[in-house]
């Protein structure tokens, strides 16, 4: 390898160990390739992240023992299937340079060189400029030991060597665009944005705009990396669009901005905004802030929906204060009432961020956030993953701390807790348990039939068959649906506080509400909405519509 000038480079992205149907393409990894692409650096990207193969079969498969060096984005999720690739990569060609990068990576890097000798390097927060080096210098190993931002095991193999943080990149408009193409078995669905102001779908298309986020919410992965926020010129964001509208010959006319929080600075969101609107009148875009930047920028808001802004992914978490203070959000619930009014008031659409329970929940927490949920006009929001949303403790994060000294426990660094298992309450756990059966038992099926009745509703005017009372019947039960996970968990609630009467004398069952003008069971429900759907012409769903038309 010492006389390598132009080595063979892949990165992988390895799977979580389940399949997502919204998989889009692993952008921390692009800009990576795309950065040592632009400096000579060609490297090949595989993209595993939804397989449910076994690890070790797909590096066989796709031949991850024919590279130089080969980089893994590494998360909680996605770290047993990493090792168990980079171990078989080693075994077949010992002298890889394997290296680890990443979210998890960072929170535990002189853990993963102490415990896995498969494993040569870590890259700590950002990776451009730190893999760059690493492949310029590949051929200098000794040297290239001291490289910034990186963890390495020392040569004699006594000890590791902690090089100093690299600084953040400074100017993220030096990086390229994220242009690189990856290797996925399961392929990529198109990214879509039904956009109802103008009663069309369209091909949408995520950029990140910024990096890091200047908050401290003690459950936010972004503390790992870095809290340096930096953001992009407007005029990059436009130039992104445009290139890979040239390169991918779609005319993407929705952005979703899947920066870490995109208004940090309301004048640079507006910036962008006004960029985007002048290039063309026609884009829409969201993004993602919390509620208290929301109100302090209120007097920008009704010009970036003048410019295309459909709706914002809020960060609103929860509705008791307890809760709240163990996030480190450091707002009141009286703020996201106020968020959430805002924008409602301004038109602007709400995608849903939200924990419905962490391990000290009390039934009195759950109590909140049901009552803010109805009262803010959530019942009819779907999709509905927010009312089984637990709490993750990724490690690296504070509240991961906060509650092993809690529990006075030591987390293994390798492993990932299951939410579901930590509850201090055992109400809370039965609470959870049961909600987690309803889901497993009937939300697939709602989902399924909510899909076929609003795609039945949406195209009414193409289907005359379809009588008028059959379509103000279908409207009906389309909204029962939608409610129905809401009234489940109301249901289950006052059981729990009542003791859990219903629960025990006749399981699931027993708690499942009746629905509809006509008190229907949610079984029947499920059954006519579908059948009025195939009679309207459409035999099947096509599939759960995510958030304001996300797909």
């Not at 952005?255 to 309301?266: E, G, H, I, L, Q």
């Not at 000290?360 to 949920?373: H, K, S, V, Y």
């Amino acid at each position: 390898m010492d006389t390598l000038t132009r080595p063979a480079v892949a990165f992988v992205n390895p799977s979580v160990g389940f399949s997502d149907r919204r998989k889009a393409k692993p952008i921390g990894l692009a800009y990576i390739m795309a950065y040592l692409e632009k400096h000579g650096f060609p490297s090949s990207g595989f993209d595993f992240g939804d397989s449910e193969d076994d690890a070790v079969e797909l590096a066989e498969h796709y031949g991850l023992d024919r590279f130089d060096v080969v980089g893994f984005s590494v998360y909680n999720e996605s770290f047993r299937a990493a090792v168990a690739m980079a171990a078989w990569i080693k075994s077949r060609r010992p002298q890889c340079l394997v290296v680890f990068g990443g979210p998890h990576a960072t929170a535990v890097h002189e853990h993963i060189l102490g415990r896995y000798p498969c494993v040569d390097v870590v890259v700590r927060r950002e990776g451009e400029e730190a893999m760059l080096d690493i492949v310029r210098g590949l051929g200098d190993r000794a040297r290239l030991t001291g490289t910034g931002g990186t963890t390495w095991r020392s040569p004699d193999g006594d000890g590791l060597l902690v090089n100093d943080d690299r600084a953040f990149v400074p100017d993220l408009d030096q990086i390229p665009f994220p242009d690189a193409e990856f290797v996925s078995h399961s392929g990529y669905p198109d990214l879509t944005y039904f956009d109802e102001v103008q009663g069309r779908l369209k091909a949408a298309l995520t950029i990140c705009s910024s990096r890091s986020c200047p908050y401290n919410c003690s459950f936010c992965g972004v503390l790992t990396i870095g809290r340096k926020y930096r953001s992009r010129e407007a005029e990059r964001v436009v130039a992104e669009l445009l290139h890979f509208r040239e390169r991918h010959g779609v005319n993407y006319e929705h952005v979703y901005f899947s920066d870490a929080n995109f208004f940090v600075s309301p004048t640079r969101a507006l910036e962008v905004a006004e960029a985007l609107h002048e290039a063309d009148p026609q884009i829409t875009f969201s993004f993602g802030t919390r509620v208290n930047q929301v109100l302090k920028a209120a007097e920008v808001l009704p010009r970036l929906k003048d410019c295309g802004l459909r709706f914002i992914e809020l960060g609103i978490e929860s509705a008791s204060e307890p809760v709240l203070e163990r996030l480190a959000k450091h707002v009141k619930p009286e703020v996201n009432v106020a968020a959430v009014r805002l924008l409602r008031r301004l038109g602007i659409e709400i995608s849903l961020d939200f924990i419905m329970l962490d391990p000290a929940t009390t039934l009195a927490d759950i109590r909140a956030n049901l009552e803010f949920l109805r009262d803010a006009g959530f019942y009819d929001y779907v999709p509905h993953d927010h009312l089984y949303t637990a709490l993750v403790l990724y490690e690296g994060t504070p509240i991961r701390d906060f509650y092993a000294r809690r529990f006075g426990v030591v987390f293994d660094p390798d492993d990932l807790p299951s939410p579901f298992t930590l509850f201090e309450r055992p109400e809370v756990q039965r609470f959870s348990d049961t909600l987690r059966e309803f889901r497993k038992l009937w939300q697939g099926r709602i989902d399924g039939a909510l899909a076929q009745g609003e795609l039945a509703l949406a195209s009414i005017g193409e289907t005359p068959d379809l009588s008028r009372v059959s379509h103000a019947r279908l409207q009906l039960d389309v909204v029962s649906l939608r409610h129905a996970p809401n009234l489940l968990v109301e249901r289950l609630l006052e059981d729990a506080e009542a003791g859990f009467p219903r629960l025990d004398e006749g399981g699931l069952a027993a708690l499942l509400p009746r629905l509809g003008h006509d008190h229907t069971h949610l079984h029947d429900l499920i059954e006519r909405t579908g059948a009025t759907a195939r009679k309207a012409g459409f035999a099947q769903a096509p599939g759960v519509v995510g958030p304001h038309g996300r797909d």
